[in-house]
């Protein structure tokens, strides 16, 4: 299908950086399960609700430092570099694809990234270390050193509008491929989970590579219950 293909959209999930040793969101015993999402009205109106959710992006943090790309991310960067693979759509956080290789515009992140912050008015980048260090020194996070703005890890959380130059760009793919591509994903979650179903009614072949099944096995061309690394290390170039 792969050789067949003129067009491959690639589209990952939070099982292919497990390999890296970052937990997936829905799997057993899984540390993002542990606190009830805080909503993202309450993150703007609620101090309290802010320090706490920097709190809790600190301690998770320590989960991304040190990650290193898994075969997937290589495998998904030697895709791209074939040339038929114009970008990866990814739900992930965790810059795990640029650090196999992609460029900025060769990774969709549909929710954002979460290995920098973000002021909420004027949109300035900040860097972890430097929240991080008034943080601790403050017991508070701190303003945007531009405008004073409310500083954010760069993600989308629960009740935040979805990015619109990302989400445009994956319906963009996802209408010209032939193939598309998804790798440790349970596709569950909306909107990101219907870029599958719309690319297959759309035309294109649809493959799904998990560990487990998924809703949308049925509709797909092809599903390979298998782990990621031992899949993908096959496409590396
Ligand atoms: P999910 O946790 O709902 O599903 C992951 C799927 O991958 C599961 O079905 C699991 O069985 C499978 N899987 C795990 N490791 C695998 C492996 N080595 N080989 C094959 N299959 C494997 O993840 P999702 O669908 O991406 O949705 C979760 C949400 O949580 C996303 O919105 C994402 O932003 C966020 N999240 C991101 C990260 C990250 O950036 N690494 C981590 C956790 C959660």
């Known amino acids: 299908m792969l050789q067949d293909a003129r067009i491959v ?9 497990t390999e890296s040793g970052i937990p997936d969101f829905r799997s057993p015993g899984s540390p993002w399960m542990r ?6 009205q309450l993150f703007l109106r609620d101090p309290k609700a802010r320090r706490e959710a920097w709190r809790r992006k600190f301690t998770m ?8 790309p898994s075969a997937g991310h290589v ?4 895709l791209v570099a074939s040339g038929r693979m114009p970008a990866v759509i990814t739900q992930n956080i965790d810059g795990l694809h640029q650090e196999a290789g992609l460029a900025e515009d060769q990774v969709i992140e549909l929710h954002g990234n979460g290995t920098f912050a973000k002021c909420l008015s004027c949109g300035r980048r900040h860097e972890l270390d430097w929240v991080r260090y008034h943080f601790e020194r403050d017991d508070d996070p701190p303003e945007c050193m531009v405008c004073g703005g409310i500083l954010k890890s760069a993600t989308i959380s629960f009740g935040q ?8 760009r994956a319906q963009r793919l996802t209408a ?11 596709l569950v979650v909306f909107p990101a989970a219907a ?7 759309n035309g294109a072949r649809l493959v799904i590579v998990n560990r487990e099944p998924t809703p949308l096995d049925t ?3 092809l599903t390979i219950h298998a782990e990621i690394g031992e899949v993908f290390s096959k496409f590396i170039a």
Request: aromatic share 12%.
């Open 61 to 68: 943090d320590d989960l991304y430092r040190g990650a290193r």
């Open 75 to 78: 495998g998904f960067a030697s």
């Open 35 to 40: 606190n009830k999402p805080i909503p993202f």
């Open 176 to 186: 010209v491929c032939d193939l598309f591509l998804v790798a440790g994903s349970s």
């Open 161 to 168: 509008a979805m990015p619109e130059e990302p989400m445009r």
């Open 9 to 17: 959209a690639g589209f990952t999930g939070a099982g292919i950086s």
């Open 219 to 221: 509709a797909a061309d």
């Open 195 to 201: 870029f599958p179903a719309f690319a297959k009614e």
